[in-house]
C-alpha cells in the first residue's frame, strides 16, 4: 500500500534547547535566517582557516562554573585540545574564540556575554550583528588580562582580516553564498 504524500499528523518537533546561564535553564529563541547564514558562514571560513591542532563547534556548552554553561554560536578552541567524541562541554581555558550572533530575542544577554566570557580568561570575543544591507557586522574584541575585561580591537564590515588569534580572511559580504 504506498504511503500518502502528506501526513495528517507531522512529527513531533525536537524538543527546544536550552543554556544554563545564573543557575536557570533558559531556552535557546528561534533562528533567524541571518542568524543561521552568519554561524554557517564563520564556520566554514575558521574551519578552512583555523591551525589544523584546533577545533571549530557551533552551539557547544563551555562550563564557565557551575551556574553557567552558555553555548555560543560559534567557538574555535586551543590548539591540542583533548577532546573525546561523548563530551558534552568544554572549560573555558580550552576555548580561544568565542562568537555570539546578536539577534532581537538575544540583544541584551550577547552583549552581556562580554563579561562573563573575560571574566573566565577566553582570550578572543567576536559580536556580530547584523548591519543595514543584511551583511554581517562583527565587533572584535581581545581580552585584557590585567583587568579581565574586553577590550575592541576593531568594527568590521564587508571583509574580516585579522593577524589573532590566528590569520583570518572573512569576506564577510558571502553571507548568503552556498558555496
Known amino acids: 500500500m504506498p504511503t500518502p504524500a502528506h501526513s495528517p499528523n507531522p512529527p513531533p518537533a ?4 536550552h543554556e544554563l546561564l545564573d543557575g536557570t535553564r533558559v531556552p535557546r529563541p ?41 553555548e555560543p554560536d560559534v567557538l574555535v578552541t586551543r590548539p591540542g585540545v583533548d577532546m573525546s567524541a561523548q563530551q558534552t562541554h568544554l572549560d573555558p581555558q580550552d ?3 568565542v562568537i555570539e550572533i546578536v539577534s532581537e530575542d538575544t540583544a541584551d544577554r550577547d552583549r552581556e556575554a562580554t563579561r562573563m566570557y ?3 580568561g577566553i ?7 547584523e548591519g543595514s544591507e543584511g ?9 585584557d588580562p590585567a583587568t579581565r575585561t574586553y577590550v575592541r580591537t576593531g568594527i568590521h564590515r564587508n571583509r574580516l582580516k585579522l593577524a589573532e588569534p590566528f590569520a583570518i580572511d572573512i569576506d564577510l559580504t558571502a ?5
Open 14 to 17: 525536537p524538543p527546544p534547547r
Open 30 to 70: 528561534p533562528q533567524t535566517l541571518f542568524r543561521m547564514r552568519a554561524i554557517r558562514l564563520l564556520e566554514w571560513c575558521l574551519l578552512a582557516q583555523a591551525p589544523a591542532a584546533s577545533d571549530v563547534l557551533r552551539q557547544f556548552a563551555i562550563a564557565l562554573d557551575k551556574r553557567n554553561h552558555p
Open 95 to 97: 576555548v580561544t574564540l
Open 118 to 120: 573575560a571574566a573566565h
Open 123 to 129: 582570550r578572543h570575543f567576536w559580536r556580530v550583528e
Open 135 to 143: 551583511l554581517p557586522v562583527v565587533y572584535v574584541h581581545e581580552l
Open 175 to 179: 553571507i548568503g553564498h552556498r558555496r
